[in-house]
């Protein structure tokens, strides 16, 4: 994250036009939501570090991926899944409580594009492709503790200039179970085979539900489980340690929405 933007954002001296494409505009300058970003990234990192041993873990927060290296965006402001991923990547940095991780793969599920994290890609691990090191036999290049990022999202629906994930699955408003799951399995499946991550961070959105006002999807909470569950089932059974965080989700009635975001907890 660019220094010079996370020290403005914590002594509350963002500009207006940097609040307004966050979306909380003065509420950017409260201690209580400067608190709330940093603990949210916190508790990813946190959980992190429990998934790595235990194999499994989520967090009740957590999913900021539109927020950039520079700037926040789309209501996030701090991206916990691209801190995450360095601090997996980066020995120094974890103090070597977590060793031997190249390959970090954002598997991100949430009805928007995971524009923010994608645009991380440059800047997360190694990436200095002029080494020689970071070339194959062929001198083609390869990845070398790098950030993987693959983003199911709805085609149509915010952002509206998508970014360039690793792998984008662009999906066509109404989607339904059925049709959404097999694209889920296919893509999911390509991507752990191409990449082969050493570390699985999920984000579990669920604006992806039918009845979600910004969703543009049409999911059902059982399709969210089963989604959610094959998601955990293929990294447990693959011994890649795995993350869950809750992403976006958005109901006029609190109780209904917090009954799906607690599926990913299930």
């Known amino acids: 994250i660019c ?11 963002l500009d207006r036009k940097e609040e307004l494409r966050i979306g909380f505009r003065d509420c950017c300058k409260l201690e209580e939501l400067r608190e709330r970003t940093v603990l949210e990234v916190a508790g990813t990192v946190l959980t992190a570090q429990l998934a790595w041993r ?8 957590g999913g900021t991926h ?10 996030t402001i701090l ?8 601090f997996l ?24 594009q995971g524009d923010g994290t994608a645009k991380f890609e440059a800047y997360v691990g190694n990436r200095d492709s002029n080494k020689d090191e970071n070339k194959d036999s062929n001198g083609s290049k390869k990845r070398s503790s790098s950030l993987v990022t693959l983003s199911l999202h709805c085609e149509s629906n915010y952002p509206s200039y998508k970014a360039n994930s690793t792998y984008d699955v662009g999906l066509p408003d109404k989607m339904n179970d059925d049709e ?6 296919k893509s999911v499946n390509r991507a752990i085979s191409e990449t082969k991550p050493d570390f699985v961070l999920y984000d579990a959105g669920v604006d ?9 999807l049409s999911l059902t909470e059982e399709g969210i489980r089963r989604r959610d569950r094959w998601v955990f089932e293929k990294c447990v059974n693959l011994g890649i340690p795995v993350v869950g965080v809750i992403g976006g989700g958005y109901d006029k009635d609190d109780e209904v929405l917090a009954k799906r975001h607690a599926i990913v907890h299930e």
């Open 3 to 13: 220094p010079s933007f996370l020290d403005r954002f914590l002594s509350a001296s």
């Open 54 to 61: 235990y194999g499994l873990a989520t967090n009740a927060a």
């Open 66 to 75: 539109h927020a950039t290296p520079s700037m926040g965006a789309g209501y």
């Open 79 to 86: 991206n916990d899944l691209a801190v995450t991923a360095n």
């Open 89 to 112: 990547l980066n020995e120094d940095l974890n103090g070597n409580m977590i060793q031997g991780v190249e390959t970090v793969l954002v598997i991100d599920c949430d009805v928007h």
């Open 180 to 185: 959404y799951f097999d694209i889920l399995q």
């Open 208 to 216: 992806v539900h039918k009845d979600d006002f910004l969703g543009r």
